[in-house]
C-alpha cells in the first residue's frame, strides 16, 4: 500500500474512533444532579422532608399555612414570585419571622423555555432577588423555574448569581393547584413519603382552600411517624455523604 493510502486509513480510523467516544452527552436529571446544579429530592438518613410552596404569597392562603406551621413547629420554603412580594410585603416579613426560607421563582412566573434570552432570565431573578433582600436582609440562595421548564442557559445564568436549581421529588408533585380534592393531596404525600423529599405544594390557589386543608391532616401525621420538616436549605446541609473512591 503506498503512503497516502496508508495515511489516508490512518486518518479515517481515527475519525472514527474518535465520532465513537464523543457522543454528545444527554443533559438529563442525572447530568445535572451529578454536577450539584439542580437538585430533585435529597439523600438523608434522618427522617426529614422539605415542604415547598409556589407562587406565592396571597392573601386567602399564605396567612392560614403560616398558622398551621406555626403551630407545628415546621419549617418550609416558599418560592415566591416577585411582583407577589412585592404586593403583600407582611406577608414575606412573617415568613422569615418565622424561620421559614425565602427562595426566588422569578418576578412575572416567566416560563423559561429555550427562546427566552439570556438577559430576560436574569432580570426576572435579579428582580426578586433585590425585592426579596430589601425585605428580608438576606440574599435568596434556591431558584425554581416556573412550571419546571430548565434548560442549559437558566442553569447557568442562576449558577452564575448565586443560586442552586430546585425542583421536587416526582412522587411528591401534588398538583394542588388543579384543585383535585384534599383526599388526592394527602394521600400523595402520606403514602409515598420517604426521607429527603421535597414536596410540592402551592399557597396561591385562587378560590380553593384544598391545600390548607390537606395540610392541617398531613402534618400531624407526619410529625406522628417521626418526621421533622426543614427547609430545603436544611435538608441540603444533612445530605449523606457519597462514599469516595480511595485510590491506592
Ligand atoms: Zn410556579
Not at 457522543?23 to 426529614?48: L, S
Not at 443560586?163 to 416526582?170: A, E, K
Request: with cysteine; glycine share 6%; charged share 25%.
Amino acid at each position: 500500500m503506498c503512503f497516502v493510502k496508508r495515511l489516508v486509513l490512518v486518518i479515517l480510523c481515527v475519525v472514527i474512533l474518535c465520532g465513537f467516544e464523543t457522543k454528545p452527552v444527554e443533559k438529563n436529571r442525572e447530568y445535572y444532579e451529578k454536577r450539584g446544579e439542580i437538585v430533585w429530592e435529597v439523600p438523608v438518613d434522618e427522617k426529614k422532608v422539605a415542604f415547598t410552596f409556589d407562587d406565592g404569597p396571597s392573601q386567602e392562603t399564605t396567612e392560614p399555612i403560616l398558622d398551621i406551621l406555626k403551630i407545628n413547629n415546621a419549617k418550609a420554603t416558599f418560592f415566591v414570585i416577585g411582583k407577589r412580594a412585592d404586593q403583600y410585603p407582611d406577608l414575606i416579613k412573617r415568613e422569615i419571622a418565622e424561620g421559614h426560607e425565602l427562595a426566588n421563582h422569578t418576578y412575572n412566573h416567566l416560563y423559561i423555555k429555550t427562546n427566552i434570552k439570556t438577559e430576560t432570565i436574569q432580570d426576572e431573578i435579579v428582580r426578586t432577588e433585590q425585592s426579596l433582600e430589601h425585605l428580608t436582609g438576606t440574599k435568596p440562595l434556591l431558584f425554581r423555574p416556573p412550571g419546571g421548564y430548565y434548560n442549559e442557559k437558566m442553569i447557568q445564568v442562576a449558577k452564575k448569581l448565586g443560586y442552586t436549581t430546585i425542583m421536587w421529588s416526582w412522587h411528591q408533585d401534588t398538583n394542588d393547584w388543579r384543585s383535585p380534592g384534599v383526599g388526592r393531596i394527602v394521600n400523595k404525600v402520606l403514602n409515598n413519603v420517604r426521607n429527603g423529599d421535597i414536596i410540592l405544594f402551592h399557597d396561591y390557589t385562587p378560590g380553593s382552600t384544598q391545600t390548607v386543608q390537606a395540610l392541617e391532616i398531613i402534618i400531624p401525621e407526619l410529625t406522628k411517624r417521626g418526621y421533622q420538616i426543614v427547609t430545603v436549605s436544611e435538608l441540603i446541609k444533612n445530605k449523606k455523604e457519597q462514599s469516595i473512591p480511595i485510590h491506592h
